[in-house]
């Protein structure tokens, strides 16, 4: 007999990877885990995607998921590119040097 | 020649664009022809119109003009279009007429100035503006031309820039004036949502088969109308920017803030008069705060020293006479009062500043006296105006006002009627003595200063408003049915069948299963009688010939008496039972009056109001502070707040 | 034996995309073959334009759908399409002098707007949530670099590393709100989850108000509304002045359009659920921006409060849903396009090389050396806070009625007393061009296209709000 997962667990596991990447974001202070942090949120999206189409026997979860990988990639390429632009003028990437515009 | 009516706004802003763009290149000389011709120009057009209008029937006497459709959304639409009816052929007369002589006066005034093209560039657009204002034919045009007037004398007011108070009175009277276009642009969306048009014809057409007597709908949109037109013509509890705004120029306080613009609130009243006759309630306060703000404006006006701004609270306490019209439902007089205080006001403004321009910018009366004999032509038109504004017979303001207090008494409201006399006593006090210290006297003129005579183009309109202001009376003469012209002019613009509009009511009551209140109270007309009128006029006569006593004891007989009291020196000759009299006089009445008004000033008016306005700022800039903290500049903050809002949205969503 | 049914591919409807698409790889071509002169760069680029423009009109009989209903043009669309291209012409042409004054001189720039406008027209057309996320991170990704595109600028890059990671963020709730719509609805296409949500039980499903909650985030991020605004006023300070102009409105009208596909077409079932939220972020997007703007002394910052202030106007289009919201949100966006690049246009003419002159206080006395700029800064600031007869005024009021027609009655009021304060801090900066003495020199060189740029957004901002009749009608059919 084949074993089942829940539909529930998945949704727990893709909740709990989200909560923790907005959590990175909040708390930690280097521009580059902050970045993870958040390519942790969108894995967490990913993971919801694809049980949501095993659930229900559909495709368009998967075809999204991929669709949002390849975003991904393409946004860490700018968001490296944007880091290091700025490491070039002021060595540091800790996100608390940066705010020369405020109020 | 109706079809003539988009070219009287349209020369003004001809005028304006030319100044504006080419002003420094043609020189002073063009650039006073071409603001005045223009003026000039629109006069004529509205004579020609006027001519046309009068030679119609008075039931035909309404032309629209629609120069194109300005906005149509779904069933809204609205026109770009012009109304041409009595009430409104007032206004341009009014507007065109006296804006021309002000305009004429200006280039004498104004002839100094370096700026001069800006300064004729503003006026001139704040005639295209007025006359939008006064000439559209739905409410929105009305507000285009209401806040185009309002945005035109915030740069007037802020002409002399170089003054810092100049600055802050713009800004102030911009700031007051925006609570009041809140209300009244509330006011116009209401009556799209209940009537799916804001066109007057088909609003006031419909207005008494759509709407009950005196429910919610009708009473929220009057008040709110009456709110935007309290700001605009200086009201309690706007009016504290009026007198601030004597900071700009005179002529441009002569035009804007004492003939056309600041009565643009009436005009407002009295062309939604349907409106405000299905609104008992709105029609009681409208009263209250008019009545009201007559009398506390006038007792303001005694304590001041500024010629202008003895000027400035006259003309508060003048519109609240209008504005009391409206309430008792007199709109023939209200709009007859607003014509003859355009005249004798315009005339006293452009009087004070011919004074100040012979002294060479003095204001402070108590730095003037004996200038009759320096400017003779000066002193006999103010003079004349002070007698219309004062009400003496048979100059303009004795009619107008006359059949305010008379309507107020009609309307069976002793209080209102107190009121109106009790202000016309202290305007004839206050407006005498301005007379007194200004003209006679001994002369208080700092020795160095010598003052002259105003050149022509400045006393040629001071005398053609004088005239005006002694004959203008003669439209509206009363006791005679049938002689009172203007009250037959406004007739049909004013028509309001009491009768069917509560059968519509009581029809619409029924619908809805409720019983319609009693209402015919309402359906009496009160009985003409020609001999408490006369009686009236006899009173009010007194009245004002005891103000002018008053001040002519205080200020000419004994000169600074109040100030002599207070130090308590008393002469002993024969003369001095003739002081008891004064004295009594004086200690009963001028006295506490001059010390209640004081208190009245500092307390009401600086205190209380500004310090509301000021209380806002205060507010504002704490939150600004506020913000400051949230908005750090560190991108985990803004995170931070993303996810607050977040949980904010879900708490709101789930519970 | 079953056939595989083939897809609706109609690359006619998807013309704009294509052509535009085209236009962008060869300016990137073209690029490497030009140096220092970028004349033909822009040329190229705004025939682009031009093409995408006329291509918007390739197909009749309106609404269309293609790709298994995930491309819809409809009069919606279209019209967006207008705006983009209008917007996207207007940034290019502003950016010529700028560009030149500050020594930007990367083809890429020209190419990356043009991409960034494909990604508006796909926001603007699709009807399909992956669409949608798709259109959303192509304009996202280029703005991120526009926004960082002077490199050795330490405000421009702050500004590209804020949007950058915030953006990133704010992409997360939303993909997460469009997994959780998907999960409860099981597709991703609007048309059908319009039809599906009619039923209760999927309807009121928590995994469906979850994902209303969270696009409400994604979404509002991306129109820079409050509290999720704060990006905003950093990012448009830092970014160029042309790309802070592109941003407040191309983008901008874009997000809006998918707004309004996703919640007024898509679920007006849901309303009541939503609906209350909306009204709230429009009505603290109104205050908080005008609040916010009250207190800068920088001009860019006050144009970017005034635009979250703005925001929360063209919420209430959205939150109104009736085709008269639709029509009056894209009459907003085409009236605040003129607004706002005829008031940074002002801005960029009034900078020189070394000083930006970005603060209020630079403007003292600008209508006496000026007066022809001073008069336009004024139209163009009074239009912003809503004066008559102006396209501003015209656009809120079209708006507000949209909402009264609803029943939004507390809403309008609240939106009416922002229009009024808000004249407050337009004012102060004509107080300060009419009523300041000039404190220091000004040094304008009128550089013709900016100049070229001004008159046309004045033209805009004067004639839709004196003659706003002709595409009121051309909205609403």
């Given at each position: 007999m084949e074993s089942t997962v829940p539909l529930s667990h998945y949704l727990v596991l893709s909740t709990t990877l989200f909560v923790i990447g907005v959590l990175g974001v909040l708390v930690r202070r280097n521009a580059i885990v902050v970045f993870m942090c958040i390519e942790i949120m969108l894995n967490a999206v990913n993971i919801s995607l694809i049980a949501f189409d095993r659930y229900m026997n559909l495709h368009t979860g998967q075809v999204f998921s991929f669709m949002v990988m390849c975003v991904a990639a393409a946004e860490v390429s700018v968001g490296l590119a944007i880091i290091i632009s700025i490491f070039r003028n002021k060595p540091t990437v800790n996100l608390d040097e940066f705010n020369i515009m405020k109020w | 020649m109706f079809h003539l009516a988009f070219l009287v706004p349209l020369f003004p802003l001809i005028g304006s664009i030319v100044n504006g763009f080419f002003g420094l290149r043609i020189g002073k000389k063009a650039v006073g022809w071409v603001a005045c011709g223009t003026v000039a120009f629109s006069f004529l057009v509205t004579l020609l119109m006027l001519g046309q209008l009068l030679f119609t029937p008075a039931e035909e006497r309404l032309f629209e003009q629609t120069l194109f459709t300005w906005m149509a959304a779904g069933d809204f639409n609205a026109a770009f279009g012009f109304q041409i009816d009595p009430l409104s052929m007032v206004m341009m007369m009014v507007v065109t007429g006296v804006g021309f002589l002000i305009h004429v006066y200006s280039i004498g005034y104004m002839?100094?100035?370096?700026?001069y093209y800006r300064f004729f560039a503003y006026l001139n657009l704040f005639m295209f503006s007025m006359l939008l204002l006064v000439m559209g034919n739905n409410f929105l045009m009305m507000f285009i031309g209401w806040e185009g007037v309002g945005l035109c004398s915030y740069f007037l007011i802020g002409?002399?820039?170089?003054k810092k108070s100049a600055c802050d009175a713009g800004t102030k009277a911009f700031v007051m004036n925006r609570v009041g276009d809140f209300a009244f642009l509330l006011a116009i969306m209401y009556i799209f949502y209940l009537f799916g048009t804001i066109d007057y014809t088909e609003v006031f057409h419909a207005a008494p088969e759509k709407l009950i007597l005196g429910a919610e709908p009708v009473t929220i949109i009057t008040l709110l109308l009456f709110v935007g037109a309290t700001g605009k013509s200086a009201q309690?509890?706007?009016?504290?920017?009026l007198p601030d705004a004597m900071e700009g120029p005179t002529p441009v306080s002569a035009l804007i803030?004492?003939?056309?613009m600041v009565t643009a609130g009436v005009y407002m009243v009295v062309r939604c008069s349907v409106l405000f006759n299905m609104a008992p309630f709105s029609m009681s306060v409208v009263a209250f705060i008019g009545g009201g703000t007559a009398i506390f404006a006038a007792t303001i006006g005694m304590t001041q020293f500024d010629i202008k701004r003895v000027l400035a609270y006259s003309t508060v306490s003048q519109i609240g006479y209008m504005f009391l019209a409206c309430g008792v439902g007199a709109y023939t007089a209200a709009i007859f009062h607003l014509v003859t205080h355009a005249f004798f006001k315009a005339c006293l403004f452009l009087g004070s500043g011919s004074v100040i321009h012979g002294l060479h910018g003095?204001?402070?009366?108590?730095?003037?006296?004996?200038?009759k004999k320096h400017q003779p032509v000066t002193y006999i038109t103010f003079l004349i105006s002070t007698l219309a504004i004062a009400g003496?017979?048979?100059?303009s303001g004795f009619f107008s006002k006359d059949e305010i207090l008379y309507h107020a008494l009609m309307d069976g409201n002793t209080i209102l009627w107190g009121m109106g006399v009790t202000g016309a006593l202290l305007t004839a006090f206050y407006m005498f003595r301005l007379v007194f210290m200004t003209f006679w006297g001994e002369s208080r003129v700092d020795p160095h200063v010598h003052p002259h005579e105003s050149p022509k183009v400045m006393t040629l309109p001071l005398v053609i408003l004088a005239g005006l202001a002694a004959f203008g009376g003669l439209l509206g003469i009363p006791?005679?049915?049938?002689?009172h012209a203007l009250h037959n002019w406004l007739e049909p613009v004013l028509h309001f069948d009491m009768a069917s509009t509560l059968e519509h009511s009581k029809h619409l009551l029924h619908e809805v299963g409720r019983h319609a209140p009693?209402?015919?109270?309402?359906?009496i007309e009160p009985e003409e009688n020609i001999w408490i009128e006369i009686s009236l006029m006899l009173l009010s006569l007194t009245v004002a010939l005891t103000g002018i006593a008053g001040a002519y004891f205080c200020y000419?007989?004994?000169?600074?008496l109040p100030d002599e009291l207070i130090k308590g020196q008393w002469g002993y000759d024969l003369v001095k039972n003739k002081y008891e009299v004064d004295e009594f006089y004086d200690a009963t009445f001028v006295e506490p009056t001059i010390q209640g008004s004081l208190l009245l000033w500092k307390k009401g008016d600086a205190q209380g109001i500004d310090g509301a306005v000021n209380g806002v700022a205060q507010i504002l800039g704490w939150c600004g502070q506020q913000a400051r903290v949230v908005q750090s500049g560190f991108v985990r903050n803004y995170a931070l707040f993303m996810v607050l809002g977040f949980i904010m949205l879900l708490f709101i969503m789930f519970f | 034996m079953e056939h595989i049914p083939s897809p609706t591919v109609d690359l006619v409807s998807l013309a704009p995309v294509l052509v535009l698409s085209v236009f962008a790889m060869m300016v990137l071509l073209v690029d490497l073959y030009?140096?220092?002169?970028?004349t033909l760069v822009i040329f190229i680029s705004l025939v682009g334009l031009l093409m995408t423009a006329i291509s918007?009109?390739?197909?009749?009989?309106?609404p269309v759908h293609s790709f298994n209903d995930s491309y819809v043009v409809d009069e919606l669309s279209v019209f967006f399409i207008m705006i983009f291209t209008l917007s996207s012409a207007l940034a290019i042409l502003l950016s010529i002098d700028y560009n030149k004054r500050e020594g930007i001189r990367m083809g890429e720039y020209y190419s990356l707007i043009l991409l960034c406008t494909v990604g508006m027209i796909l926001l603007a057309s699709s009807t399909d949530m992956i669409m949608i996320f798709l259109g959303i991170e192509i304009v996202s990704i280029c703005l991120y670099v526009l926004a960082g595109i002077?490199?050795?600028?330490p405000k421009s890059n702050e500004a590209a590393l804020k949007y950058f990671l915030l953006g990133a963020f704010a992409t997360g709730f939303l993909l997460y709100g469009m997994t959780l719509v998907y999960g409860a609805?099981?597709?991703?296409?609007l048309g059908l989850i319009a039809e599906l949500i009619r039923e209760e039980q999927i309807a009121s499903k928590p995994l469906m108000l979850m994902g209303i909650v969270l696009l409400i985030i994604g979404f509002g991020f991306k129109v820079a509304s409050?509290?999720?605004?704060?990006?905003a006023p950093d990012v448009y300070h830092g970014a160029p002045t042309p790309v802070t102009a592109f941003m407040a409105v191309g983008p901008k009208a874009a997000a809006f359009a998918a707004f309004f596909r996703v919640?007024?077409?898509?679920?007006p079932v849901l309303s009541p659920s939503w609906e209350s939220l909306l009204c709230i972020v429009a009505v603290l997007s109104m205050f908080i921006g005008n609040v916010g703007a009250i207190m800068q002394t920088n001009i860019k910052r006050l144009l970017a409060y005034s635009s979250v202030s703005h925001v929360g106007y063209i919420l209430i289009a959205v939150i109104a849903k009736n085709s008269l919201g639709s029509s009056s949100l894209v009459f907003y966006m085409l009236a605040y396009a003129f607004m706002i690049f005829g008031a940074f246009g002002i801005v960029i003419l009034i900078?020189?090389?070394?000083?930006?002159?970005?603060?209020?206080?630079?403007?003292?006395g600008l209508a006496y050396k000026h007066p022809l700029m001073a008069i336009s800064m004024s139209v163009f600031l009074l239009s912003l806070g809503g004066?008559?007869?102006l396209a501003g005024f015209v656009a809120k009021f079209y708006i507000f009625s949209a909402a009264i027609k609803e029943g939004f009655v507390t809403l309008v009021v609240l939106a009416v007393l922002n229009s009024v304060i808000s004249f407050y801090y337009y004012l102060k900066v004509i107080v300060y061009m009419y009523m300041k003495e000039p404190e220091g020199e000004f040094q304008i060189s009128l550089a013709p296209m900016t100049v070229f740029v001004v008159v046309i957004a004045m033209v805009g901002t004067a004639g839709l709000g004196i003659f706003p009749d002709p595409i009121l009608y051309f909205t609403q059919h």
């Open positions: - | 002839h100094d100035e370096y700026s002409y002399y820039f170089e309690i509890p706007l009016y504290t920017w803030h004492a003939a056309t003095e204001q402070d009366m108590r730095k003037m006296g004996d200038l003496i017979f048979p100059l006791l005679v049915h049938g002689w009693h209402w015919e109270a309402l359906l000419v007989k004994k000169p600074g | 030009v140096k220092r002169d970028k918007a009109f390739a197909k009749f009989d309106l002077r490199r050795s600028d609805t099981g597709t991703t296409k409050v509290p999720f605004h704060m990006w919640f007024a077409e898509a679920m900078g020189r090389k070394e000083n930006e002159m970005l603060e209020i206080a630079d403007y003292s004066m008559p007869p």
